[in-house]
């Protein structure tokens, strides 16, 4: 698989160091599956691509492998890491875990003003199907479970999260184009009518189950993208 073409170019931000747009540049491109699992990236391309020196790339480029984003392979080069779903479900599961606690506090102390940012969220989400934009449509699901957060005075313990959380948004990603995105709106209004009212019970209902209906599609989407996942060897029982 040959060195990236295809690198989406954000713009960087005010007082951003050159090692962190890096890091940000990239991280976007691998979780947005511009830069596909398996493929080859280049410090030099990356480089002249974002119009940077090489050392602030390097530097990305090691805080990437620590995540687990990228593999590097002295002597043979650099390439973006397969998609490893023991990953996937720790992360699914911290999100699982602790955003059932958030909705468990927001559906005691929500205020009206919480309901009326968490509706006009699910209004851009209905305006990114109507165009057909899976890629913001992601991103704006993203934002309405940061403000869950937000509201519970928590958003640092989401942005702690979003490290884990890149492996579980690569899968997002391949999914979300391929089920039916009204489902996604149809759980966010869900839960935001039990969050209105109240209904704890409601709202820890709906939001098991969407934060558990990607297990059920990883096996379809294995069998559509088999090159994007890590393979993974079968153990052997010694005999004794």
Request: net charge neutral.
């Given at each position: ?52 020196s090489r050392t602030p790339v390097r530097e990305a480029f090691f805080d990437l492998s620590k ?174």
């Amino acid at each position: 698989m040959e060195a990236e073409t295809n690198l989406i170019v954000l713009e960087r931000e005010r007082y951003e160091s050159t090692r962190d747009y890096a890091i940000r540049c990239l991280s976007y491109n691998i979780v947005n599956l511009h830069l596909k699992p398996g493929q080859l990236v280049s410090e030099s391309i990356i480089s002249e691509q974002l119009e940077l020196s090489r050392t602030p790339v390097r530097e990305a480029f090691f805080d990437l492998s620590k995540s687990g984003l990228l593999k590097i392979m002295p002597q043979r080069g650099t390439r973006v890491s397969h998609i490893d779903l023991d990953l996937v479900e720790e992360a699914r599961f911290a999100r699982w875990a602790i955003e059932r606690s958030i909705v468990q506090q927001l559906s005691q102390s929500r205020t009206d003003y919480d309901v009326v940012e968490l509706r006009n969220n699910i209004e851009q989400q209905k305006v990114c199907i109507e165009n057909n934009n899976a890629a913001q449509l992601l991103l704006i699901d993203n934002t309405f479970h940061k403000l869950l957060f937000r509201f519970c005075q928590k958003e640092s313990v989401y942005n702690f999260l979003k490290r884990l959380l890149v492996h579980f948004d690569r899968v997002r990603n391949l999914n979300i184009e391929r089920m039916d995105m009204n489902r996604l709106i149809s759980d966010h209004t869900e839960l935001t009518d039990a969050i209105e009212a109240k209904d704890e019970a409601k709202s820890l209902e709906v939001i098991d189950r969407h934060l558990t209906r990607v297990i059920d599609d990883i096996h379809y989407l294995k069998l559509q993208y088999p090159d994007y996942f890590v393979i993974k060897k079968k153990r052997t029982i010694a005999s004794f």
